[in-house]
């Protein structure tokens, strides 16, 4: 979500330099389709075909970022509307991994969001959103999924798909080198991965689906 990516970035750097990315193509700002996902050398050709198939079947969608909310573990985050395109988008992709649960489980109805902060002495959902100024509403389009790995001082985007029927097409390239992606484009040995959506997103621990 370019528009966000400075703020969230910003963020990261006061919680914790060591999670910025230098790829270019890594998305701070972003909606989680699934996380945690499979860990790297799990990433194998039909996974990653697996996920190029519902990104084939997954057309882009527009939303909108807007309104500021709170979950009650106290992480600030933005509520893309319409939400029915991320869950569908979680859903499908829980069908063809059904290992890989949203979040591990912990939570029962999973809420797609965009994470801005956390809340403390200092911030608040007030004062998150008074920093927003100017920047709210984003309209945005979701075309891109990508399988992204979070390891400290290696955050990195592994593979992307277009949403739609070009997906099948990219996703031929990936899958040719994906014995290669991880030492290529990196990983977080101790975690798994995760699916991002939105402009950019994939990984499960180390590696989200975004």
Known sequence: MPPLESFVRARTAHYDPAWLSSDAEFGHAHVTALGPFLSPDAIDPEALRLVAETACRTTSFAFTLSRVETFPNGIIHLVPEPDEPFRALTAALCEAFPSCLPYG???????????????????????TAALLEGLLPVVSRAERLDLALWQQNGCRVLASWS??????????TVAEGAAFVEPSRGG??????TVRSGRKNCTRGPIETA
């Open 105 to 127: 489980g912990a939570f029962g109805d999973v809420q797609p969001h965009l994470t801005l902060d956390a809340r403390s002495a200092t911030v608040s959902e007030s004062s």
């Open 163 to 172: 949403l739609g029927p070009e997906a099948l097409q990219r996703s031929a």
């Open 188 to 193: 977080r040995p101790d975690s798994s991965g």
